[in-house]
């Protein structure tokens, strides 16, 4: 079983108001709830400000109730105002009721719920406040010593000195999660992690954007979404059978090209599966620009290092 805790705030009591927060925490909440082929992925409870008072009791209590129980996942997501106490040395979450420091939602107390939920396989907070870059430190201590418990993956919106920024419709660093989580991140497989979420938000913030931060204690990465593969498991599953070694050469000549008078029909369809793994650059020709001329000129292909990736995961029945 998979759950997960969306919360947004655009409307605080005591300090600024936000604009795409609740936007937010519903369409993660939306994204998430299945994978692309319809199948169910995360049961989830939304919370925004435009239908609840959230409270800081109110907040804790579903916090504490997320970690609770015996799951695979438990996902907390949270869109709204961070802060960063320098006395404390603390990073916080804002609740609506939130006036002075003493009100905020402190990042470590989470954690340790977190930590404490030992039938919880896997734990992922996902932050889109400002300064939440600090989650996962000691606490009391200025340094980078990670309290990260096992089974936890962290990811912010920026580092705990920065603003996380807010886009048209959306926080920039949600608008690329949804990006990602749409297929954006997925690799060859379908499969999106964390890890790769990470990856294409990092790749697509330049070095005078927003940074965002990933911390993680985890054995293996685990996939919070699938999308269609790029390609189908059934030709991933040839390729120990098209290449015996990772370093071996599938011999082409012209009968594997449609245009050219000796075709063989059979070698037609082997060819465009190895056309489509080329296209994912898991193949590439050898001695050509391009799969046709190789064909045409009787030379071959070869894996590349990504191909050959795939080739031992198919070996060891991965897929």
């Avoid at 319809?38 to 919370?47: A, S, W, Y």
């Avoid at 927003?210 to 599953?237: A, C, D, G, H, M």
């Avoid at 120990?240 to 082409?252: G, I």
Wanted: proline share 4%; net charge negative; aromatic share 8%.
């Amino acid at each position: 079983m998979r759950k997960g805790l969306f919360i947004g705030i655009n409307n605080y009591h005591y300090v600024s108001s936000l604009n795409g927060c609740n936007n937010d925490a519903m369409a993660m909440a939306s994204v998430l709830k299945t994978n692309a082929n319809g199948d169910p992925n995360f049961k989830n409870v939304v919370l925004t400000s435009a239908e609840d008072c959230l409270s800081r009791e109110k907040i804790e209590n579903q916090i504490r109730e997320l970690f609770s129980g015996d799951c695979n996942v438990a996902l907390l997501y949270f869109a709204g105002h961070g802060a960063y106490d320098q006395d404390a040395d603390e990073g916080m979450l804002l609740p609506q009721d939130y006036k002075t420091g003493k009100d905020g939602i402190r990042i470590s107390d989470i954690l340790n719920w977190a930590s404490k939920a030992t039938k919880i396989k896997n734990k992922v907070l996902i932050l889109d406040c400002c300064q939440a870059g600090s989650a996962g430190e000691v606490r009391a201590l200025r340094s980078e010593t990670s309290m990260v418990g096992e089974g936890m993956t962290i990811l912010t919106a920026c580092k705990k000195e920065e603003p996380a920024m807010e886009g048209a419709n959306h926080g920039v660093f949600t608008g690329l999660l949804l990006q990602a989580l749409h297929g954006g991140a997925a690799n060859i497989l379908g499969k999106i992690t964390p890890g790769s979420l990470y990856s294409f938000v990092d790749n697509a913030l330049d070095a005078w954007e927003q940074r965002p931060v990933f911390k993680t204690n985890v054995s293996q990465f685990i996939s919070l979404r699938e999308v269609s593969p790029l390609i189908p498991k059934e030709i991933l599953r040839k390729l120990p059978d098209w290449f015996a070694e990772a370093e071996s050469v599938f011999a082409l000549d012209p009968s594997y090209e449609p245009t050219e008078s000796n075709f063989n029909p059979a070698h037609g369809e082997v060819f465009a599966q190895l056309q489509k793994c080329n296209r994912h650059s898991l193949v590439e020709p050898v001695d050509a620009e391009h799969m046709y001329y190789a064909a045409l000129h009787s030379s071959g292909c070869r894996l590349t290092a990504l191909g050959a990736y795939y080739r031992e995961l198919a070996l060891k029945g991965h897929f």
